[in-house]
């Protein structure tokens, strides 16, 4: 079955910290992969994707996130992180075929210590 | 551009009312989904449509029914509310039918079913 875990449900670092979070997925091919941000009380904003090519890609706010094939995992990092990166963090696949069905993760919520 | 609007932000209803949620988007986008967002669940895909008249099913469809007569609106109906569609909703659409491309979010709809 098609999913996407993000084990890491909380997770609490300090400011100028780094940071990791996992996402891992299971899917029949590579697809293409999101990383989305919510902010408290709003929508979801896109941070950064992968389609194919470099496996290191640049988002917005500093993230970047390495794409690695033989572990069907799309780890999202920042080298320190800020107060206002406190949000949940969401990993999601879009299909390269076939449905139009995008899958989420379940999510990982940062804290960020002062 | 106003984006991703979404009709009403906050809504309470009780058990067996029925309701639409509104949906509309201005940058021509072909794809708008439904999610509904529980705690430690994700987003979860409702239904999706891939164009005017064109509407499927998502993983968690029940409850809910959609219909899409112009590239703008996408209403999300609930014929009979119950408890269990008590969640955060969000709409989503996006520029093609690929899944290459980002989904862009509407601020959510917050329901309650008593």
């Known amino acids: 079955a098609q999913s996407v875990t993000q084990p890491d449900i909380h997770i609490t670092v300090s400011e100028g910290a780094s940071l990791e979070l996992r996402c891992n997925y299971s899917?029949?091919?590579?697809?293409?992969l999101f990383w989305y941000v919510q902010s408290p009380g709003q929508g979801l904003q896109l941070l950064l994707k992968?389609?194919?090519?470099?496996?290191l890609v640049q988002g917005i706010k500093g993230f970047e996130a390495e794409f690695k094939r033989s572990q069907s995992s799309f780890n999202l990092r920042k080298p320190s992180v800020h107060w206002s990166d406190a949000a949940e963090y969401f990993c999601?696949?879009?299909?390269?075929?076939?449905?139009?069905?995008?899958?989420f993760g379940t999510g990982t919520r940062l804290k960020v210590l002062a | 551009n106003a984006g991703v609007t979404q009709t009403p932000k906050f809504q309470v209803l009780k058990t067996g009312q029925s309701m639409t949620l509104q949906c509309a988007q201005d940058?021509?986008?072909?794809?708008m989904s439904w999610y509904r967002q529980d705690p430690g669940m994700g987003l979860r895909l409702i239904h999706y449509?891939?164009?005017?008249?064109?509407?499927d099913q998502g993983e968690v469809p029940n409850g809910y029914n959609v219909s899409r007569s112009t590239t703008e609106d996408f209403p999300l109906r609930l014929l009979s509310a119950a408890p269990s569609q008590t969640s955060v909703y969000f709409c989503?659409?996006?520029?093609?039918?690929?899944?290459?491309?980002?989904?862009?979010f509407g601020p959510g709809t917050r329901l309650t079913v008593t």
């Open positions: 989503a659409s996006s520029y093609r039918t690929s899944g290459s491309n980002e989904q862009y």
């Open positions: 449509s891939v164009g005017a008249g064109i509407t």
């Open positions: 999601a696949v879009g299909p390269r075929s076939g449905t139009y069905k995008y899958i």
């Open positions: 899917y029949g091919a590579t697809p293409y």
């Open positions: 940058m021509n986008h072909e794809y």
């Open positions: 992968y389609f194919s090519g470099d496996t």
